[in-house]
């Protein structure tokens, strides 16, 4: 597996949200409750119209067994998320077991492997040159969470890793970005 790197420029976020928007309300929901929810893909693409939907409207958390670690996640879902969700699912004939993001082919589950490739495409459409992947989604949510301050043990937490240093590392905070801090005090 290569190692993929979180999208970092919020302007090109906004921008892949308003492409995809336009494009597919499928992709568009995929990516916006990829980046507000930290999920692994493996857990994303096996979300149900019932995890998410209940009584014509979003619900306010996700409750579901992580397919990796075996463990219960509980965690509420953001106002983007809810609203990527309702009208995504306004386009869409459902039943409550339903997969949430379906297949067009066989109208089973969204496979790893297109996700995949609606990300990557998505990506080179608005010039990002670093390797992406599906766990991209992950990894931008953990990086934005890093950036607007929330402490690392925190992200490390809710990412269940066993240290800092692995979560720093699998957010994309590389050595060059913490000799910044010295640099930058220079007191």
């Known amino acids: 597996m290569e190692f993929v790197q979180p999208i970092r420029d919020l302007k090109k976020i906004e921008t892949i949200k308003k492409l995809l928007r336009q494009q597919n309300l499928r992709d568009y929901c995929l990516f916006v409750v990829g980046i507000n929810s930290g999920l692994r893909i493996s857990d994303l693409l096996k979300l149900r119209v ?13 409750r579901l067994r992580e397919k990796k670690t075996n463990k219960f996640k509980d965690f509420p879902l ?32 969204l496979l790893r492997q297109q996700a995949y490739k609606i990300l990557n495409s998505v990506a080179k459409d608005v010039g990002i040159k670093e390797k ?42 590389t050595q060059d970005k913490l000799d910044d801090v010295y640099m930058s005090l220079d007191l």
């Open 78 to 109: 953001s106002d983007n998320a809810k609203s990527a969700l309702k009208e995504y699912l306004k386009t869409r004939d459902y039943k409550d077991n339903e997969p949430l993001f379906i297949s067009r082919k066989n109208k089973g589950f």
């Open 50 to 62: 019932s995890d998410v939907y209940e009584n014509g409207k979003p619900k306010d958390r996700i």
């Open 132 to 173: 992406i992947g599906t766990h991209t989604l992950r990894k931008t949510f953990g990086y934005h969470a890093h950036k607007n301050g929330y402490d690392i043990t925190l992200i490390q937490k809710l990412f269940n890793h066993s240290s800092p240093s692995v979560t720093l590392r699998y957010i994309g905070i």
